[in-house]
């Protein structure tokens, strides 16, 4: 070495550092990549093979001064096998640029690229290639490489030479050049990437690339430099001590590395941020931990043991100082681990632990005591129907809000998000939640972009390109807004989760995107399954209060009305003066009269009890059913009902169980009978029309639309609102939905003012 302590331990301590952080992400870019293709392979080789120069460039730097002065085996062993991985890295490193620029996504030369671009890159593969060869060759023959001693002592004068140079160290600066000068060209000229979030990614580590490449030409007309100084420049007296290693290269050398190293770790920004060589559409979290790790473990290891080195210790103590360091990182690496586990498992604490549906279900319905349904001045409508409260709902599902709230605020530490319900169970959440908590009317220009992803997501092959990842979005076009999430059950696409950029301007994480993922479908399969609970209690509460309603009302009309009539009846009967047979008394007719108001007021009675499956059903399907019920029940309620029906989808629902059925005739015959009752508000001589329709398309649809006058509100939340007020007063679309939904059916309704009503009943093939 120089025997300058500080020169010496900075030599090997950059060093070192270069040999480790290369080889880590050569082996993570291996090992870690989704797809290990060609240019995985090509990236990580080319790394390994950096790798291996900076493991001869240390050999050779470990070794005493009597090997460099006596020119030992081992020092041309690891001075000619240096060579070969430096000559190979420059090639390596041009294509795994064209690579990465996605020249070689699809076959070589096939990509339309311009005609000027097209041409130089052809031109570059080939005279790079060509000049990689002969290289090789040269490195490979006898005596074409002049060994270290006499490199450093300017005594090559042999064989292969141009004008008394060497016409290896002729070729190696202008092949390293030209490398590297077509590597930045091409970074400056990407090709469209085939890759989810490719180009976002590609423009996100371009500067870090670049940074690299620039640090790379620099460190390249250092070699050319100090190339030409050695053969042209410098006296030779300098070299007549038999000094292999001089001051002034240990400098060069020094800078060399250190500009590579810092080339290195800009590539592994690249690389660990931003998954250019892994194929990863986002970063990994617990990667980029990693990479931190092995930077840190690099800097101490190098710097310690090039320390030991300089001081020039036994080999025992090499090895208790690797021992000793080992274990203390491996210590501290565990315990970095633990507590990112300890604060995981605290941020996901309140969606993992008890969400206290007991109490909600039972804080939800409690306030529908029975004198809720047993007012006094209630009294049975014509129809026969009872009058039934719509059950309250918690004020904007603050739980689920809260619980949002922590995700996106505490967990993401995104600026904005939106969890927007889609398909059967969008009805059962309410309308979107968004964090923070914004005014409805804000969210309208939500609209359009869940419209434009629902779209997408419906189309399989994108579906197969993608995966279930997701879709950037463009923040400027979306109001903020940089990810749609996918959320999926068993029934299909049930929600999107929209989020915004991070707080502090990082990008999201993979892990970050599967977390919000799995906590929108969870806390929507929770909030589902929570309104259906509070709408079925519901339901049974308001049968619990029908019966007693009913067991009242027959109790009083029996006791009061009924068996005084009859008590009346049987008196006046009594009182009738014998008649001979055959000859009929004038006294009868009114106990005959009275008899037969006494059967009317039992009738009736019988009629307001809750009706029993209709016997059509069964026997004339459910299209049947339905066109019975719009013949008889309806026959004067509109002005003309136009009849749309596919016989495969008849089919199908003969082939449905009864009580699936059933719920489709009732949900149907509820929109029928809401379009007889509400379609001509407060214009009786309205021409009121229907059309009903029974298709089979991915599932069976009933679509009821009339032409009356319309809801009279509209929201931005989905159809539930609407549903809510195309119900009121009755059992009503609310109750339906929620029976729909657990047969694995869904119901939607849309309105315009004055154009009338659609409402639109589907069950899944999934379901049938």
Not at 255 to 276: K, M, P, S
Not at 661 to 667: C, K
Request: aromatic fraction near 8%; hydrophobic fraction near 50%.
């Amino acid at each position: 070495m120089t025997n300058n302590f500080w020169l010496d331990w900075a030599l090997m301590a950059v060093s070192l550092i270069n040999i480790i952080l290369i080889s880590w992400l050569g082996l993570t870019v291996l090992l870690n990549a989704e797809h290990r293709d060609a240019g995985v392979v090509l990236a990580g080789a080319g790394l390994l093979l950096g790798a291996a120069f900076f493991v001869s460039h240390t050999a050779l730097l470990g070794l005493s001064i009597q090997e460099l002065a006596q020119a030992s085996w081992r020092l041309n062993l690891w001075w000619r096998a240096g060579w070969l991985p430096l000559a190979a890295a420059p090639f390596a490193w041009y294509l795994m640029v064209l690579w990465y620029t996605g020249y070689w996504e699809n076959e070589p030369f096939s990509i339309p690229l311009q005609p000027t671009l097209r041409f130089r890159h052809r031109l570059g593969i080939g005279a790079t290639g060509v000049l990689l060869l002969l290289l090789m060759a040269l490195l490979l023959a006898t005596g074409s490489l002049p060994t270290f001693v006499e490199l450093a002592q300017r005594q090559i004068a042999m064989a292969w030479n141009v004008a008394s140079a060497p016409l290896l160290l002729i070729i190696f600066p202008l092949y390293i050049l030209l490398c590297i000068g077509l590597a930045l060209d091409a970074l400056y000229h990407p090709l469209p990437s085939s890759r989810l979030m490719g180009d976002q990614a590609r423009a996100r580590a371009r500067p870090w690339l670049i940074g690299a490449t620039l640090m790379l030409l620099v460190v390249s007309m250092l070699v050319v430099g100090v190339i030409f100084w050695l053969l042209y420049v410098t006296e030779d007296t300098v070299y007549e001590r038999v000094i292999p290693l001089t001051l002034p290269l240990a400098r060069v050398d020094l800078l060399i590395t250190a500009l590579i190293g810092l080339a290195i770790f800009l590539v592994g920004q690249g690389v660990i941020a931003y998954e250019i060589f892994t194929g990863g559409a986002l970063p990994r979290q617990a990667l980029r931990r990693n990479w931190l790790n092995a930077v840190g473990l690099a800097l101490c290891f190098g710097g310690l043991a090039s320390a030991h080195f300089a001081f020039q210790l036994e080999p025992v103590s090499t090895l208790l100082l690797a021992a000793v360091l080992i274990t203390s990182f491996y210590a501290l690496v565990n315990r970095s681990a633990y507590r990112h586990r300890e604060e995981e498992i605290r941020q996901l604490r309140p969606f993992v632990g008890s969400q206290h549906l007991y109490e909600q279900l039972l804080g939800a319905t409690t306030s529908l005591a029975l004198s809720d349904f047993l007012k006094p001045d209630s009294s049975v409508p014509p129809n026969g129907q009872q009058p039934f409260p719509t059950p309250p709902r918690q004020s904007d599902d603050i739980n689920a809000y809260a619980l949002f709230h922590n995700l996106c605020h505490n967990v993401l530490q995104v600026e904005q998000a939106h969890l927007v319900p889609l398909g059967a169970l969008a009805p059962m959440i309410g309308g979107i939640i968004s964090y923070p908590l914004v005014h409805h009317d804000a969210r309208a220009g939500l609209t359009k972009i869940v419209e434009q992803q629902t779209a997408m997501l419906a189309s399989s092959e994108w579906k197969a390109q993608n995966g279930p990842v997701g879709m950037a979005l463009d923040p400027v076009r979306a109001g903020g807004l940089s990810w749609s999430v996918p959320l999926w059950s068993e029934r299909g696409l049930i929600g999107l989760f929209l989020l915004g950029d991070k707080r502090n301007n990082h990008l999201l994480t993979q892990e970050e995107i599967e977390l919000a993922r799995a906590s929108g479908e969870r806390l929507i399969d929770t909030q589902a399954g929570l309104e259906i609970g509070r709408r079925l209690l519901a339901l049974q509460r308001r049968q619990l209060a029908e019966s007693q309603l009913l067991d009242r009302r027959a109790r009083r009309i029996l006791h009061d009305e009924v068996l005084p009539q009859l008590h009346t009846a049987l008196l006046a009967l009594t009182s009738l003066p014998r008649m001979p047979e055959g000859q009929p008394s004038d006294e009868v007719a009114p106990v005959a009269d009275l008899l037969t108001d006494t059967h009317r007021q039992i009738a009736a009675l019988l009629r307001t009890m809750p009706a029993r499956a209709m016997p059509q059903l069964s026997e004339l399907g459910l299209v049947g059913a339905l066109q019975a019920l719009a013949a008889n029940e309806l026959a004067n309620a509109f002005y003309v009902v136009r009849w749309q029906v596919d016989e495969d989808a008849v089919q199908a629902a003969a082939t449905l169980s009864p009580l699936t059925q059933e719920v489709l005739f009732y949900a149907a015959r509820e929109a029928m009978r809401n379009a007889a009752r509400h379609g001509r508000s407060d214009h009786p001589q309205r021409a009121l029309e229907l059309d009903v329709a029974v298709l089979r398309h991915n599932g069976l649809h009933i679509q009821v639309q009339d032409n009356g006058v319309g809801l009279a509100t509209h929201s931005h939340d989905g159809a539930d609102h609407a549903v809510r007020e195309a119900t009121k007063g009755g059992h009503g679309l609310t109750l339906h939905s929620t029976l729909l939904a657990i047969v694995g059916g869904e119901l939607t309704v849309q309105s315009q003012p004055q154009r009338g009503v659609c409402v639109t009943i589907w069950l899944p093939l999934g379901f049938m």
